[in-house]
């Protein structure tokens, strides 16, 4: 929901979540039933266990990169990932990790010599807490790794120094013996915005030889005025640059600022405190500027747009550089050529280079309707790895010259799909009841007959300020190739608020919640009936967080549906407000507090509307989510009931906003596969699958 917390989820574009077993990630996944007149769309299952790549890293010379790959372990119950290498010039790819748990943020030293990454592996360090992310080390041609780091509540993220020397990390802070005496004497309570643990930086001597003593970390920041989220070493190693907020509540998000810390004597210094988050600090390379991402003063960052901005060191009146570029830029790196930043263009990605002198912008990637990012460079910036895929292709590791563009595929990830029949994906447009012109995704069957009238499924993103893309993915919470293979359409809209086309855009459903959005799904309806395509009797609509909440929407307000599954969604903004982790997010798109403006709350929840319900609904939710808190699911549950609507409530037990193991994940798909099945094909539910 939080649009700064979708700005980082840009950086993980294509990280979708993935799969199978231990083994080659080039590989197939596991083989979908032969048949033998044409080939089958893949199972639930086999979708669960697509592996898929992310967080590619070029080493600084620029020979190899280092990646991620996903897999579900089934046994555990758990998405994992480990780090691969592929070597540019050859091609050659081999797995660095086989850890059962997870190896991430793999992060070359200067000289290309070693590879430290965060696991949560057990710790092979006397007195390592279990289950917290440490940092590793390994050179890249792989061997046993080295445990550097057992420290309390485990590393959040971590750099190398310029020199190699040091490392720096952060970490939250240990347990205060004031909170143990009080469990102690008391038990377990949390007082409420007033028992934080805060996050600090600290400094750690590189190991040198391996049997060498690993010198002890020492803490950098001190006290407990802010909390510590992104930081930056400065050419010469002598300071770090980072942002921090007020309190770790991603309610206090807009508090954050930059800072600059000394190491000599850990002097702290803030040098940019505008209103609104600023973030992501970035260091020119002569080591006298910082540039990083700002809301640039914007009360309603959760949907305006952000900048790129640039401050003297020392600090003063920072330069705004991306003014006059209407979308998110997310900052990339700073070269002697220029400001590196990627942004979503409609539903595509590309690479930008801005001159800092000028504020001229440049678009580097290419063809137009290409997805790319994120991005890291070689050290002489003329390299670069990334995330690269077409419309209708799978996400693979890529590596290309800055100038001229020109991707080079080092994954073969899309041959697991080789061996199933997967869905035509297209980017259409049609205008909505107001006029304003929506794009969607439209995904149809390989022998799709324009003269035919098929069903038809709404899958809505969350965000708002998400986006679907033409992309080839692995099915997650609904399993739309298999809907598709039941002889559906699925259509994806990219309503008013998402992001890619431009601030007006996003703020179109500002005051309009639900409304508006509402708007743009029902006028994509029309406008595939009106193609003669699809069978206006058999229409269904489903989503998850601000999807969910457009469906629940669809549920109070309109008859036009055979079925709705509502996932995670919002029923009621003031029963929401009250509860979730991130208030900005309403009072900004409402402009208002319940107490403010009760009618604007009225007016945007659906279940103001419910005494029109009709509809079918199955309504999914965990029991810890924070974000959007599951009273909002018992709200829309009873009073569906209450009006003899059929509906039926699963409570996924101890997940928060996402789903994200694979076997509650399973059951996600099924649920909505049977929820659909029953009501759009009658037919009679499936018991689970053994």
Known sequence: MHKQVARLLLSALFFCLAAAAQTNPNATAPAAPSAPSAPSAPTIDESLSVKSAGSPRISPDGRYVAYEVQRANWEENAFERDLWIAVVATGERYALTHSKKSSIDATWSPGSKWIAFLSDRPGALSGSPEGKRQIWLIPPVGGEA???????????????????????????????????????????????????????????????????????????????????????????????????????????????????????????????????????????????????????????????????????????????????????????????????????????????????????????????????????????????????????????????????????????????FKNVRVATREVIEWKSTDGTTVEGILLKPADFDPSRRYPLLVVIHGGPTGVDRATLSADRYYPMEQFVAKGALVLRPNYRGSAGYGEKFRSLNVRNLGVGDYWDVISG????????????????????????????????????????????????????????????????????????????????????????????????????????????????????????????MVVYKGFGHPIDKPKQQRAVMEENYNWFSQWIWGESPTPPSK
């Open 146 to 416: 080295r445990q550097l780091t057992k420290v309390e509540n485990g590393v959040n993220s971590f750099a190398w120094s310029p020199d190699g020397r040091r490392i720096a990390f952060t970490s939250a802070d240990p347990e205060s013996k004031a909170r143990k005496d009080r469990k102690e004497k008391y038990g377990e309570y949390d007082i409420v915005q007033g028992d934080y643990t805060m996050t600090h930086l600290w400094v750690m001597d590189a190991p040198g030889e391996e049997s060498a003593k690993l010198p002890e970390p020492q803490r950098l920041t001190e006290g407990g005025a802010f909390t510590v989220l992104g930081f930056s070493w400065a050419p010469d190693g002598q300071r770090i640059a980072f942002s921090a907020a007020r309190t770790p509540d991603l309610s206090d998000r807009e508090t954050a600022d930059i800072y600059v810390l000394t190491l000599a004597d850990k002097s702290v210094k803030r040098i940019v405190d505008t209103k609104g988050p600023d973030a992501n600090p970035v260091w020119s390379p002569d080591g006298k500027q910082i540039a990083y991402q700002t809301a640039n003063g914007s009360e309603w960052s959760y949907y305006t747009n952000g900048y790129i901005a640039v401050v003297p060191v020392e600090g003063g009146v920072p330069s705004v550089l991306t003014g006059s570029f209407d979308e998110d830029p997310n900052l990339q790196a700073w070269s002697p050529e220029g400001i590196y930043f990627s942004a979503l263009q409609k539903t595509y990605v590309h690479l930008f280079l801005l001159s800092p002198a000028t504020r001229a912008t440049e678009r580097l990637s290419a063809p137009d309707r290409f997805h790319a990012g994120p991005f890291s460079f070689s050290r002489d910036a003329r390299q670069a790895a990334f995330l690269c895929a077409a419309d209708n292709a799978f996400a693979e590791v890529c590596v290309s010259a800055v100038r001229p563009f020109a991707p080079k595929k080092l994954t073969a990830l899309g041959d697991q």
């Open 525 to 648: 309806v029309d406008y595939l009936i009106a193609k003669g395509w699809v069978d206006k009797d058999r229409v269904g609509a489903m989503g998850w967080g601000q999807g969910g909440y457009i469906s629940a929407f669809i549920t109070a307000s309109s008859d036009r549906f055979r079925a709705v599954s509502v996932g995670a969604g919002i029923s009621d903004w003031m029963t929401y407000y009250v509860n979730t982790d991130i208030h900005p997010f309403t009072r900004q798109y409402l402009k208002g507090t319940p107490w403010d403006d009760p009618e604007i709350y009225r007016k945007t929840s659906p279940i103001s509307y419910i005494k029109n319900a009709r509809t079918p609904t199955l309504i999914q939710h965990g029991s810890n989510d924070q974000r959007v808190p599951i009273p909002n699911a018992y709200e829309l549950y009873q009073a569906l009931r209450d009006r003899g609507v059929p509906a039926k």
